[in-house]
């Protein structure tokens, strides 16, 4: 009876995949950049008019010091769990501007594929499990487990602003399992699931060494900024890329030997990584093993751009007068980022750099769902039935996301699903992209969740 039910689902979001691809195009025209703070309260408008045209009972929640977040629910008699479903309707900022092939916010579809800012991260995932639930509606049932929907508006920017709303709004978002945002497949086309989420640190360092630019003739006697900072940000890591910050590793725990033992049957494919990224090599000289080790377990410390002095064309002979660089440190569990920060600020102190200034952007703590958990399950079943294929199981993906309050502070299980996004999506890069055929296998899997959790 389930399996009948579960095909004419199926078949309903094949005939729904065009119509919520137009309103996934409409949501995405909408340039919702909370860096910016451009247009937030327009998509959550919109987003809240799909919710409730699909059959939830939706509303703006206010999210004190932030955007509207959207909060949907759909109750089922009888059901003995729910199943909470976590997105974010924000996006990154479109730069540069000039590698894209089209407007970042026209929604562009070409050869089968949508090309948009927040397309892939993580507007496309919205509209898919919105999809999932209409097709499900459709045919006349009910989902297995209570539904809840929340969607806010400032995961690009760290969630600053939800903490303190989820301390005093447990209840409302009290679950049995969460189906997190985003996923996508491998190179090859397995699907992939994620545990957990690396925690993240990411600062300013700017220095500043005259009141002016000057003539670069000065140079033997005014300080230069750029090669300030520039020696402060080499001593953060050796040859290797190992963190050199006194103390960085001291919290860092191993994998479990029943994490290592799902991580052997996972596929893991440095040449596809390396055609996919367009590079020649990879870091380090590690088996394939060890590099999937390192990408999941390991934290990070990267440059994400410098800033100082001359950048037009041609020649200008200029000694500036300020420099600054954007780093963030990618954390695995037991690391605190603010204890990365004192560590921090210390090790600039200790080598001599301590004019350096630190601004905070981000700060947010890892988190970890067991592998094993019912949530981890149920994705795992529903993308074999939809994929054919079993997935990748991953205790942890190498991105970040406010999932620590979800699981530490609300004890829900949390798991990353497939989604609907492509290696070659290029979430926060020019050309963002998913294909059609995934969006509609990703409306599928949420389908499939949502009728067997």
Known sequence: M???????VLSNCDALSNPFVSKLRSLCMVPSVSAHGRSLQEAAEELRAIMVEVGLNAKMVKIPGGPDALYGELPVQGAEKTLLIYNHYDVQPPDPLEEWVSDPFAADVRDGYIFARGVADNKGAIVSRLGALKAILDAGILPSANLKYFVEGEEEVGSPNLPKFISKERELLRAD??????????????????????????VELSIETADKDLHSSFAPLVPNPAWSLVQAIGSLRDGDGRIQIEGFHDDVIAPSAKEMTRMEKNEFDPEMLMKWAGVTSLLGSASSKDRAISLTFEPTCNLCGIDSGYKGQGSKTVLPRR???????????????DDILAKLRKHLQDHD???????????????????????????TVSAQTVYGQTPN??????????????????????????????????YHAPNENISIVDFTKGMKHAAALMLTF
């Not at 389930?2 to 004419?8: A, F, G, R, T, V």
């Not at 991105?399 to 290029?426: A, K, N, R, W, Y």
């Open 2 to 8: 389930l399996e009948d039910k579960l095909q004419q």
């Open 177 to 202: 399992g969460c189906l997190w945002e985003g996923g996508h497949k491998t190179p090859s086309g397995r699907p992939e699931i994620h545990a957990g989420v690396k925690g993240l640190l990411y």
């Open 353 to 379: 750099f301590g004019t350096i200034e630190i601004q905070v952007y981000s700060s947010e703590k890892p988190a970890k769902s067991d592998i094993d958990s019912n949530i981890v399950e149920a994705i």
């Open 323 to 337: 420099a600054t660089t954007k780093i963030d440190f990618r954390l695995v569990p037991n690391q605190d980022p």
């Open 393 to 426: 199981i991953w205790p942890s993906m190498p991105g970040t996301g406010p999932m620590t309050l979800f699981v530490d502070e609300l004890g829900i299980q949390c798991s990353m699903g497939v989604g609907v996004e492509h290696t070659g999506s290029g």
